[in-house]
């Protein structure tokens, strides 16, 4: 079973910056594919960004020059950097795993950009 933790949500201001982290635990953290989901109230959840086990990066055209998505392979840990933050990016952030086991979700965090 893989395990997916996330921390780092929270509340700030619009135009601030955030990091939310995933820390994983059973599967080989560097052979998966790891992405950022997130879900607003009322809506679906929807992609945020993903880094591939080779290091490449893809981004939701909403959050591209804004986030930034990141690996340590050491520390079994995904990162997404979230900068200018907008009121629009407050949602419930999800980790996600895609592994040779199947895919699996973190139970999220919530980041609140407040006007």
């Known amino acids: 079973q893989v395990q997916l933790v996330e921390s780092g949500g929270g509340l700030v201001q619009a135009g601030g910056s955030l990091r939310v982290s995933c820390v994983a635990s059973g599967s080989t953290f560097s052979n998966n594919n790891m992405a950022w989901y997130r879900q607003a109230p009322g809506k679906q959840r929807e992609f945020v960004a993903l880094?591939?086990?080779?290091?490449?990066?893809t981004y939701a055209d909403s959050v591209k020059g804004r986030f930034t998505i990141s690996r340590d392979n050491t520390k079994n840990t995904v990162y997404l950097q979230m900068n200018s933050l907008k009121p629009e990016d407050t949602a419930v952030y999800y980790c996600?795993?895609?592994?040779?086991?199947?895919?699996?979700w973190g139970q999220g965090t919530q980041v609140t950009v407040s006007s």
């Open positions: 880094i591939s086990s080779g290091g490449r990066t």
């Open positions: 996600n795993a895609n592994t040779w086991r199947g895919v699996f």
